[in-house]
Every structure is written in structure tokens, then in C-alpha cells.
């Protein structure tokens, strides 16, 4: 792998990724990975269920969630490392966005019943199971029905943001997010920049306390890694990268692609030694 040893974006079942994470760390071992970050959506619950495993395959398992915020009805992710996954702010936010989640379930098959289209909550829930309730399980029983051709169709049509059937993931902006990461003694690095459309909100994140960017992902291209590249570097932003692996639900991307070498979980851990609020 060419000194790229550390993936520090990664789902499982217990959001929307298709695979247990016992699996993900199977996957990560087999690509000679020696840092592995799962990274699930509003959930840290799969980390406990594999730390023996990864412990015995030798892989860096390192504390990682990936935040649903909104902006102006834009959706915003934050990833957070190392932090305190105790914390109470943090365990009560992730408790509510567990409920919060549901709910927006139940109001997007709302919206989506008065487009014509006629699913059930129990459905979504169900390809769920206990993990994180999200879009993708919507786009998916969407697919099922044969009312969209594909989860990227469904999310063109009805599920991106500014499309009908769209709820906002989480009450929170940026700002709140990035506070929380940081009460929570962790590290708060904006997610897939190329997702926002608009550069010029970076700079306001780092005004709002973001330490790093998530520069080397698997859907950006080498010019905009380059470009990231050089924000990050003006504005002293740590510089991040992980696959985004979500098993067969993003087919054609590995574990381990977009990776990054092991001096960047160096340097996440540096930072957090010398700035985190609360230390762990
Ligand atoms: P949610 O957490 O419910 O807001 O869903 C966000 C997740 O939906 C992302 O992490 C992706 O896995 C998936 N997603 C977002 N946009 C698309 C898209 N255009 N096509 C397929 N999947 C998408
Ligand atoms: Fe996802
Ligand atoms: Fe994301
Ligand atoms: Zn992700």
C-alpha cells in the first residue's frame, strides 16, 4: 500500500455501511492497514464490538464518528477522533439524534407518500436493524418498491438535500458540532469538503474551532486534493483521509482507498495532547 496505512473513514451495519464491523476490520487487516478509524454516522457503538479483534490483527483501532450537521437546509459532515466517548453532552446528543432520527424517518415517508409513493417506516427501521436510521436505508426500500432505479436516484430525485422528500439530519450547525467534538476532548475534521460546494464556509468552521480537513477522499479528484491541499495549509488545518467505505452499498471502493500515512494519526494525536479541552 505504498506507506498508506491508515483509513480513518469507515462505516459498518451500525449506520449505513453493509458490513459488520468485525468484517471492517477483516477488510482492514487483509489491505495492510495498521490504523483503522470507524467512522459511523451519529453512532460509536461499533467500536467496542471489535476491539479485542483488532487488537489481535494488529490494527490501531481509533475513536472516530462521523456528525450529521445543517447549515441553511445544507447537509454538513463532521468527523470527530479521539475523543471522550463517555461524555455526557456527546452521549446525550447521540441518544437524541437516535430519536431525532426516526422521526425525520417517519416524516420523509410522509413526504414521500404525498409524491405518490407509498412505503412504510417499519420498512426503513428494518433494514436498519439496531444501527443508525438514516437515507441510504430509505433510498434502498425506495429501490425495493421499484420506485427509483438506483439509492443514487433516489437521492437525486428525493432525498439530497434541496429535494422533496429531504429532512434535515440534525438541529445542530457546523458551529455546535465542531463545539461538541471539542468538549468531548476530540478532534473535529469537516468531512468530504467537496460536499459543501461552497469553500469560502471553511473559513468560517476554522473561526468556529475546526482542526482538520478531510483532504484524500475517494470522491475527490486529484485536482481538488490538490486544491484542498493548499487550503489546509493556509488555514493550519490538519490534513485527513479514509475511504468512506460503506461495503456493498458503495460498490468499487475498498477499505484503505484514500488512505493515509500513519504520521497523520501522529499528528491528530499531537494536537490532542496539547489542545483538547478536556483531555481523556
Ligand atoms: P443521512 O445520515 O441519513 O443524512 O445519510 C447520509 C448518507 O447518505 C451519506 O453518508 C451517504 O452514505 C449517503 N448518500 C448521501 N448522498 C448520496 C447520494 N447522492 N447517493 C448515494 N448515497 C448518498
Ligand atoms: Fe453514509
Ligand atoms: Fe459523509
Ligand atoms: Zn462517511
Not at 23 to 32: D, P, S, T
Not at 36 to 42: S, V
Not at 49 to 70: D, T, Y
Request: aromatic fraction near 6%; include cysteine; proline fraction near 4%.
Amino acid at each position: 500500500m505504498t506507506g498508506k496505512t491508515a483509513d480513518l473513514h469507515t462505516h459498518t451495519n451500525f449506520s449505513d455501511g453493509t458490513d459488520t464491523p468485525a468484517r471492517v476490520v477483516e477488510l482492514a487487516y487483509e489491505a495492510g492497514l495498521c490504523a483503522l478509524a470507524i467512522t459511523d454516522h451519529d453512532n460509536t457503538d461499533a467500536r467496542a464490538s471489535v476491539q479485542e479483534l483488532a487488537q489481535r490483527k494488529g490494527i490501531e483501532l481509533i475513536p472516530g464518528i462521523e456528525l450529521s450537521a445543517s447549515l441553511n437546509g445544507i447537509e454538513v459532515h463532521i468527523l470527530g477522533y479521539f475523543f471522550d466517548g463517555t461524555n455526557p453532552i456527546l452521549r446525550a446528543h447521540l441518544s437524541q439524534q437516535r430519536t431525532r432520527r426516526i422521526q425525520r424517518v417517519r416524516e420523509m415517508v410522509a413526504r414521500l407518500k404525498k409524491l405518490g409513493m407509498a412505503i412504510e417506516p417499519d420498512e426503513v427501521f428494518q433494514l436498519a436493524q439496531a444501527g443508525t436510521v438514516g437515507r441510504p436505508h430509505v433510498a434502498r426500500v425506495l429501490v425495493q418498491h421499484g420506485y427509483v432505479c438506483s439509492v443514487s436516484e433516489a437521492f437525486s430525485r428525493y432525498l439530497a438535500d434541496g429535494q422533496p422528500a429531504y429532512v434535515e439530519g440534525s438541529p445542530l450547525a457546523p458551529s455546535g458540532i465542531i463545539r461538541l467534538v471539542l468538549e468531548a476532548g476530540g478532534i473535529p475534521v469537516l468531512a468530504h469538503p467537496i460536499f459543501l460546494k461552497q469553500d469560502a464556509l471553511i473559513e468560517q468552521f476554522v473561526r468556529e474551532g475546526l482542526v482538520g480537513l478531510e483532504v484524500y477522499h475517494s470522491s475527490h479528484t486529484q485536482e481538488m486534493i490538490r486544491r484542498y491541499e493548499a487550503m489546509a495549509d493556509a488555514l493550519n488545518l490538519l490534513k485527513t483521509g479514509g475511504s468512506d467505505y460503506h461495503g456493498s452499498s458503495k460498490e468499487g471502493l475498498p477499505i484503505g482507498a484514500s488512505g493515509v500515512s500513519y504520521s497523520v494519526v501522529e499528528a491528530l494525536k499531537q494536537w490532542q495532547a496539547s489542545h483538547s479541552i478536556s483531555g481523556q
